[in-house]
């Protein structure tokens, strides 16, 4: 009798054990044909080895949650397509009456006018050159979002981002910043393309100069880190937060697109860096590696 009992036991245990291995597995092939069907466009759906009926129902749910997930990313590539392209568009359709504005202002200069008609032309043309800085920026973020390939070369990370802020030096004497610049003796190398990497120090100094409060730190790291920093009081955590969504811009700053460090992050990240931003102690901080 005991020895039937130990028996029927050893049987049931075996039997528990080959079902929990299993499930095992079958979780295992779940997890890892979720991971893969994140990463790939593909229409193929999950399926199990197992015969187990929960097991194959989890693997059913799992399956209408991934349909629902793809119909909204098509949904989501579609629309962003949409609005690159409108973006691309609207940059070049408000490039040729620009141009024609720019010709006509130039022939009013050469004309007899009062002073006040000076004046009106003065603030005319003003308003244009910032139409004008808008509409670049547009088209730059259009081509940042493109697919077009990058051109990528060895390159001294230390040299482009000192002539990166010499080009801002005469803003910074108008503003009265005296920058503070920390850089290594030694170049710093990677393959990188270089007018993306100008475009991305140029707009994140640019940045830096518009909301600073009369400062403005640079500090480069030997592996590739560079943060840069100012004060702002005029900015908050949920601001910084937010300062590389698209059309996003601070208060109602109408001489901006909100797309400079949209495209500092684009262009960042399709070089295989990483850029953030954070706000301590009244500072703007932003870092960028490769």
């Not at 989890?58 to 209408?64: E, G, H, P, V």
């Not at 710093?188 to 518009?210: C, E, H």
């Not at 860096?273 to 703007?284: D, F, P, R, T, V």
Request: charged residues 25%; contains cysteine; hydrophobic residues 40%.
């Amino acid at each position: 009798m005991v020895y039937s009992l130990v028996g029927i036991l050893v049987v049931i245990i075996i039997m528990l054990s080959i079902k929990i291995y299993l499930m095992e597995k079958s979780v295992r092939e779940i997890m890892e044909a979720f991971a893969d069907r994140l990463k790939t466009d593909t229409n193929i759906l999950i399926d199990i080895s197992s015969r187990d009926k929960n097991m194959r129902e989890l693997a059913d749910r799992i399956n209408t949650e991934l349909r629902l997930l793809r119909k909204e990313r098509r949904c989501y590539q579609q629309g962003d397509q949409e609005l690159k392209d409108s973006v691309t568009n609207i940059s070049h359709d408000l490039r040729t009456p620009l141009t024609a504005i720019c010709g006509y202002l130039n022939l009013l200069k050469h004309e007899e006018k009062s002073a006040a008609v000076d004046e009106y032309l003065a603030q005319v043309q003003n308003r244009v050159d910032v139409m004008i800085s808008l509409t670049e920026e547009m088209f730059r973020y259009s081509i940042a979002a493109s697919s077009y390939e990058l051109k990528r070369e060895r390159i001294n990370v230390v040299s482009v981002l000192g002539e990166s802020l010499l080009s801002f030096y005469g803003m910074m004497q108008e503003k009265g910043i005296q920058p503070v610049i920390a850089m290594p003796e030694e170049p710093v190398w990677r393959m990188l393309d270089v007018s993306a990497l100008n475009r991305i120090f140029s707009n994140i100094i640019s940045n830096a100069l518009k909301h600073s409060d009369g400062d403005l730190f640079v500090d480069m790291k030997e592996n590739g880190t560079i943060t840069f920093s100012n004060t702002a009081q005029t900015l908050n955590s949920v601001i910084v937060g937010r300062l590389f969504e698209r059309f996003y811009t601070v208060g109602t700053n109408y001489y901006s697109t909100g797309l400079g460090l949209s495209i500092a992050k684009l262009l960042t990240e399709r070089m295989g860096g990483q850029i953030s931003a954070e706000y301590k102690g009244e500072m703007l901080y932003i870092t960028v590696q490769f």
